[in-house]
């Protein structure tokens, strides 16, 4: 846990450098635009500890799995995102001297990360060995504009010196991933070119075969005007630079404009990708940094727009929250199906920038709430794309039919984790990539995505759990034998709930949609059993008979649903009497000791009670939360948030608040002291989710909004937006009442404490508070 983040609504600030916390500055200070992102890296050189990321979204590499015994099944490589070519880098040579902050002596050094407007701007003075002291001022971006291309200003002033500056702006491609797992570089040059006032880089990856051209155009000023340079070309393996000289008058400011672009492969055909990159290139240089700027902050205006939380009355929580959705903003998009959503993002390369089944559990209901519905159905499509994939992927693993079984973790649909046990085993990731499905079409009302591509995908996961079951002669009734559910605390266990009730949920959710389609499309129906092979009768009545003779594991004497079988079996201890030492568990303890201990690491149990939650009375839910929870030990930052959800369900408003401090400014604070690898970018979608689906305790049933809110204690008001079909809400809790103003020209009835509103298209209401009523 750190505190140096200065605390305000719209900056996230850091103030004086501490070379030991520039790794996890450089996580949270990151930019990226749903193409590319970068951690906070420094533009002139640094020699200190540092973690160089540059990532081009879609671009990987398939890097060779390391493993102990290999095993059948197992993945044939563990995908990484690749950092890529450094187009942020302007070598600063002051009169022969390097500027480099881990030699000089730094004064006033400031990190402002404007989430208004979407730059980073860093500020200091700096000592250097022989005396000089120079002022430096850099803004950048990523744009949401030109999303191909980001934009540096780099102010440089000598403060007690006349004399030459020599700037080396560059393109570095010579780069590594920290998580090799054989030391390899995984990019090789194709070609390169340095003219006077830009350059270019085109590198490619090994075995993927991805390409990337990087271009960037610089250009000087002094007392506002243009410097004619003398430029010297460098060219080196997988590098180019341009160098110059310019003269400096003491206090005078020389201004260094870089541009730059990266384009990937996948979007250019190969041997157009330099063209196209000059365009760019032109394009941006056209309109310069300030245009670029301004162009930035009006569309970061017009997500604010859509997507802010405003909390009055506690600046680090706001400060929290819209960090949050400047992270999840900065990463995703929605423009391109072919793009996800990686746990941390573009700030940092563990878990390998991969997908995970955090985007359908964690991130769908973000984006359904913020963004437009395409931006949700495009990463509904991503899986739709990968359903092949997954089936091939379930056949791998024996099983026929057009059973899917979608990844764990992946990048293109195939399957390529590190980890058997764990990651192998977790395959309730099938469930929440239905659930997402049903939660869109529960959200937006776009029921033909079930014929245009949902149905299929839910017919591959239906088909995987019935085969995935078998019937147990002792107990006269189906069982699933040997997975892991998201406590990642156990592994190859035998029936676990959560999986288990999932997946009798995706049955039935399969069987509504197949009735649903047959109805709405009998044509798209009858195409898709014909593709599918989909023996109607018969696959559905074996799929009434697993519905109607699962074993799920249940101890009636607690009335609490088993996580797994044997659960009970363990020693009866909880988290508190858990020593501070031994935390957290997964660092401090051998994975012997943390598998037959009772400790759960994130929601398992209660993640289905999370999901299916109107299948639950308040006093089951209230029974397995107080079973469940104080054996928790939330070791994955996933886990909160769903407690935090719960907890406000259970009118537990304290502890709701208590799990939402948890996550609001996790990597802000560096909470888990892991910050420095990335930010936990999926999880952010998780404390979003506690905002409005917990203190908002927003539903959506029968097509209709509903609202259940309170105000934490410590908090004036709270308010949030809310597209829905079409209509675009500001909902403010606040202690006078819930007020709910309808931002659109359409008509929309919601429930506030079940009481029903029709706010009429540019107007508001004032729903009675039985909150306020309360207190
Ligand atoms: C969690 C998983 C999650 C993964 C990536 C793990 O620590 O246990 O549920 O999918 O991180 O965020």
């Given at each position: 846990m750190k505190n140096y983040i200065k605390v305000d609504e719209w900056n996230i600030i850091e103030e004086g450098f501490?070379?030991?916390?520039?790794?996890?500055?450089?996580?949270?200070?990151?930019?990226?635009?749903?193409?590319?992102?970068?951690?906070?890296?420094?533009?002139?050189?640094?020699?200190?500890?540092?973690?160089?990321?540059?990532?081009?979204?879609?671009?990987?590499?398939?890097?060779?799995?390391?493993?102990?015994?290999?095993?059948?099944?197992?993945?044939?490589?563990?995908?990484?995102?690749?950092?890529?070519?450094?187009?942020?880098?302007i070598e600063v040579n002051v009169n022969g001297e390097t500027l480099d902050l881990h030699t000089a002596q730094v004064f006033d050094f400031r990190r402002v990360l404007n989430m208004r407007e979407g730059y980073l701007q860093r500020s200091f003075t700096a000592k250097l060995p022989s005396g000089k002291q120079v002022k430096v001022n850099a803004k950048r971006f990523c744009s949401i504009v030109d999303d191909e291309a980001g934009a540096i200003c780099y102010c440089i002033t000598p403060l007690n010196f006349s004399g030459n500056l020599t700037l080396t702006p560059f393109i570095d491609g010579d780069v590594k991933n920290q998580d090799a797992n054989y030391d390899e570089k995984f990019w090789e040059e194709v070609t390169k070119e340095v003219n006077h006032d830009t350059a270019y880089l085109t590198l490619r990856t090994k075995k993927t075969a991805f390409e990337v051209c990087t271009g960037m155009q610089f250009?000087?000023?002094?007392?506002?005007?243009?410097?004619?340079?003398?430029?010297?070309?460098?060219?080196?393996?997988?590098?180019?630079?341009?160098?110059?000289?310019?003269?400096?008058?003491?206090?005078?400011?020389?201004?260094?404009?870089?541009?730059?672009a990266n384009l990937s492969s996948e979007n250019y055909p190969k041997d157009k990708l330099l063209p196209h990159c000059q365009e760019v290139i032109q394009k941006i240089t056209q309109k310069g940094f300030n245009q670029m700027l301004q162009e930035q902050a009006m569309a970061w205006a017009a997500k604010w727009k859509e997507s802010d939380i405003v909390i009055q009355g506690d600046a680090a929580a706001q400060q929290g929250i819209r960090f949050n959705i400047f992270q999840l903003n900065q990463t995703y998009t929605g423009e391109d199906a072919r793009l996800n959503i990686g746990p941390k993002g573009f700030t940092g390369e563990k878990y390998g920038g991969s997908t995970y089944w955090d985007t359908e559990a964690y991130c769908v209901p973000f984006y359904l709430a913020t963004a437009d519905p395409q931006v949700t159905r495009n990463l509904l499509i991503y899986r739709y794309k990968h359903l092949q994939k997954a089936i091939e992927n379930a056949e791998k693993l024996g099983f026929t039919n057009g059973a899917a079984l979608y990844p764990m973790v992946t990048m293109n649909g195939e399957e390529c984790h590190n980890e058997w046990e764990i990651t192998f085993e977790e395959i309730h990731r099938n469930a929440a990539i239905a659930f997402a499905i049903y939660n869109y079409v529960r959200y937006t009302g776009d029921a033909d995505y079930l014929n245009e591509y949902g149905l299929e995908v839910l017919m591959g996961i239906a088909r995987f759990w019935a085969q995935r079951v078998n019937w147990s002669e002792a107990k006269q009734q189906y069982v699933m034998l040997g997975v892991t559910g998201p406590n990642e605390y156990e592994n190859n266990v035998n029936n676990n709930w959560y999986t288990s009730t999932m997946a009798l949920w995706c049955l039935e959710y399969t069987l509504e949609a197949i009735a649903q389609v047959k109805?709405?499309?009998?044509?798209?129906?009858?195409?898709?059993?014909?593709?599918?092979?989909?023996?109607?009768?018969?696959?559905?009545?074996?799929?009434?008979?697993?519905?109607?003779?699962?074993?799920?594991?249940?101890?009636?004497?607690?009335?609490?649903?088993?996580?797994?079988?044997?659960?009970?079996?363990?020693?009866?201890?909880?988290?508190?009497?858990?020593?501070?030492?031994?935390?957290?568990?997964?660092?401090?303890?051998?994975?012997?000791?943390?598998?037959?201990?009772?400790?759960?690491?994130?929601?398992?149990?209660?993640?289905?009670?999370?999901?299916?939650?109107?299948?639950?009375?308040?006093?089951t839910i209230r029974r397995n939360f107080d079973f469940y929870e104080p054996r928790t030990v939330h070791e994955s930052s996933l886990s909160p948030c769903v407690h935090a959800i719960l907890a406000a369900k259970l009118g537990d408003e304290e502890r709701a608040y208590q799990f939402y401090l948890?996550?609001?400014?996790?990597?802000?604070?560096?909470?888990?002291?892991?910050?420095?690898?990335?930010?936990?970018?999926?999880?952010?979608?998780?404390?979003?989710?506690?905002?409005?689906?917990?203190?908002?305790?927003?539903?959506?049933?029968?097509?209709?909004?509903?609202?259940?809110?309170?105000?934490?204690?410590?908090?004036?008001?709270?308010?949030?937006?809310?597209?829905?079909?079409?209509?675009?809400?500001?909902?403010?809790?606040?202690?006078?009442?819930?007020?709910?103003?309808?931002?659109?020209?359409?008509?929309?009835?919601?429930?506030?404490?079940?009481?029903?509103?029709?706010?009429k298209a540019n107007t508001q209401i004032l729903a009675e508070h039985e909150y306020a009523a309360k207190i």
């Amino acid at each position: 846990m750190k505190n140096y983040i200065k605390v305000d609504e719209w900056n996230i600030i850091e103030e004086g450098f501490d070379p030991h916390l520039n790794k996890i500055s450089e996580s949270i200070f990151s930019l990226g635009n749903g193409r590319m992102g970068q951690r906070a890296n420094f533009e002139e050189t640094y020699s200190g500890e540092s973690l160089l990321g540059n990532y081009v979204a879609g671009v990987y590499y398939p890097d060779k799995t390391r493993v102990g015994w290999w095993k059948n099944g197992y993945p044939e490589y563990f995908a990484k995102v690749l950092n890529a070519a450094n187009w942020i880098g302007i070598e600063v040579n002051v009169n022969g001297e390097t500027l480099d902050l881990h030699t000089a002596q730094v004064f006033d050094f400031r990190r402002v990360l404007n989430m208004r407007e979407g730059y980073l701007q860093r500020s200091f003075t700096a000592k250097l060995p022989s005396g000089k002291q120079v002022k430096v001022n850099a803004k950048r971006f990523c744009s949401i504009v030109d999303d191909e291309a980001g934009a540096i200003c780099y102010c440089i002033t000598p403060l007690n010196f006349s004399g030459n500056l020599t700037l080396t702006p560059f393109i570095d491609g010579d780069v590594k991933n920290q998580d090799a797992n054989y030391d390899e570089k995984f990019w090789e040059e194709v070609t390169k070119e340095v003219n006077h006032d830009t350059a270019y880089l085109t590198l490619r990856t090994k075995k993927t075969a991805f390409e990337v051209c990087t271009g960037m155009q610089f250009a000087v000023y002094q007392n506002g005007q243009p410097v004619t340079l003398t430029t010297e070309p460098i060219q080196k393996e997988k590098y180019v630079a341009n160098r110059f000289t310019v003269e400096v008058r003491q206090n005078e400011e020389t201004v260094i404009y870089k541009l730059a672009a990266n384009l990937s492969s996948e979007n250019y055909p190969k041997d157009k990708l330099l063209p196209h990159c000059q365009e760019v290139i032109q394009k941006i240089t056209q309109k310069g940094f300030n245009q670029m700027l301004q162009e930035q902050a009006m569309a970061w205006a017009a997500k604010w727009k859509e997507s802010d939380i405003v909390i009055q009355g506690d600046a680090a929580a706001q400060q929290g929250i819209r960090f949050n959705i400047f992270q999840l903003n900065q990463t995703y998009t929605g423009e391109d199906a072919r793009l996800n959503i990686g746990p941390k993002g573009f700030t940092g390369e563990k878990y390998g920038g991969s997908t995970y089944w955090d985007t359908e559990a964690y991130c769908v209901p973000f984006y359904l709430a913020t963004a437009d519905p395409q931006v949700t159905r495009n990463l509904l499509i991503y899986r739709y794309k990968h359903l092949q994939k997954a089936i091939e992927n379930a056949e791998k693993l024996g099983f026929t039919n057009g059973a899917a079984l979608y990844p764990m973790v992946t990048m293109n649909g195939e399957e390529c984790h590190n980890e058997w046990e764990i990651t192998f085993e977790e395959i309730h990731r099938n469930a929440a990539i239905a659930f997402a499905i049903y939660n869109y079409v529960r959200y937006t009302g776009d029921a033909d995505y079930l014929n245009e591509y949902g149905l299929e995908v839910l017919m591959g996961i239906a088909r995987f759990w019935a085969q995935r079951v078998n019937w147990s002669e002792a107990k006269q009734q189906y069982v699933m034998l040997g997975v892991t559910g998201p406590n990642e605390y156990e592994n190859n266990v035998n029936n676990n709930w959560y999986t288990s009730t999932m997946a009798l949920w995706c049955l039935e959710y399969t069987l509504e949609a197949i009735a649903q389609v047959k109805s709405n499309a009998p044509n798209k129906y009858a195409n898709i059993t014909k593709r599918t092979n989909f023996r109607d009768q018969e696959e559905t009545t074996q799929w009434q008979h697993i519905l109607h003779n699962m074993y799920l594991p249940v101890d009636e004497e607690k009335g609490v649903f088993l996580q797994q079988d044997g659960y009970l079996d363990k020693e009866n201890i909880l988290v508190k009497d858990l020593k501070p030492a031994d935390r957290p568990l997964n660092q401090k303890w051998s994975w012997d000791r943390i598998l037959r201990s009772p400790f759960i690491k994130q929601a398992d149990v209660l993640q289905g009670m999370y999901f299916l939650e109107d299948r639950f009375d308040l006093d089951t839910i209230r029974r397995n939360f107080d079973f469940y929870e104080p054996r928790t030990v939330h070791e994955s930052s996933l886990s909160p948030c769903v407690h935090a959800i719960l907890a406000a369900k259970l009118g537990d408003e304290e502890r709701a608040y208590q799990f939402y401090l948890r996550t609001s400014r996790l990597d802000l604070d560096d909470y888990n002291n892991d910050t420095e690898d990335g930010c936990h970018t999926t999880s952010m979608a998780g404390t979003w989710m506690s905002v409005v689906e917990g203190f908002g305790g927003m539903r959506v049933r029968n097509n209709q909004l509903h609202f259940n809110p309170f105000l934490p204690a410590k908090w004036q008001s709270f308010s949030f937006k809310i597209g829905f079909r079409g209509v675009l809400l500001n909902v403010k809790v606040s202690k006078e009442g819930v007020q709910i103003v309808n931002q659109s020209d359409r008509d929309l009835t919601v429930d506030v404490y079940d009481k029903s509103y029709t706010i009429k298209a540019n107007t508001q209401i004032l729903a009675e508070h039985e909150y306020a009523a309360k207190i």
